[in-house]
């Protein structure tokens, strides 16, 4: 059983719309989580923490549910800049990527 | 400031060649850790230092091999190279918990 399960998408969704993914992960005793961005043939990029009590920065809010394993992000008001594939990190003691979700935003 | 840095950007190796990639981080961060990213999938974990000690290390046979630096920049070597060794090779460094990579290594094995 993997780590860390992404959908693969591609999502594709306007510009303007409300989009959001989950992420679920297998190990129980993981302690912190991340959601990274990541453009074609680039490094990934921190987008931001996931808190327990979930957290919110400008249109993008992470949500962490430790009884069913699972993170979310959710993206409102989606702009074209932000088509890329987003990466749940989940840490058991080591980063484990899923395999990201890929957004595509169109006019 | 600057952000973690690795050189070179992409190499071309051939089946057998052994391969030294590396690695600087942010300034003040003390810990770098080594990722190999295939197309379609997430970065995988290869290893991760601390303060010149291993602290971690992905399942990756032993032809993987990496070492810190006193400067706490990094080197990640690969013996003997396989084609399946191609991939975009990535660094990270991190003060606490959350980790900024580098741009990565494009590695392409023939």
């Known amino acids: 059983r993997k780590e860390v399960e992404q959908d693969p998408g591609p999502f594709n969704v306007p510009e303007g719309a409300t989009v959001a993914f989950n992420c679920t992960y297998s190990?129980?005793?993981?302690?912190?989580f991340f959601w990274y961005r990541q453009d074609c043939r680039k490094e990934p990029k921190l987008l931001m923490s996931v808190y327990s009590s979930g957290n919110e920065d400008g249109r993008f809010t992470a949500q962490l549910n430790r009884a069913s394993q699972y993170i979310s992000l959710l993206i409102r008001d989606s702009k074209l800049s932000d088509s890329a594939t987003y990466l749940c990190?989940?840490?058991?003691?080591?980063?484990?990527f899923g395999s990201g979700t890929k957004l595509n935003v169109k006019p | 400031d600057a952000g973690v840095t690795q050189s070179p950007t992409h190499l071309i190796k051939t089946r057998g060649q052994q391969v030294t990639l590396r690695c600087s981080p942010i300034?003040?961060?003390?810990?770098v850790s080594w990722y190999q990213q295939v197309l379609g999938q997430g970065p995988q974990f290869i290893f991760q230092y601390y303060e010149k000690e291993e602290r971690g290390r992905g399942n990756f046979p032993d032809r993987f091999s990496a070492r810190q630096f006193p400067n706490y920049s990094s080197e990640l070597n690969v013996n003997a190279l396989l084609l399946g060794d191609s991939a975009l090779y990535l660094c990270a460094s991190s003060l606490a918990y959350e980790q900024y990579f580098g741009p990565g290594t494009r590695l392409t094995v023939t």
């Open positions: 190990n129980s005793a993981s302690q912190s």
């Open positions: 300034s003040g961060h003390k810990s």
């Open positions: 990190v989940v840490n058991p003691g080591q980063f484990y």
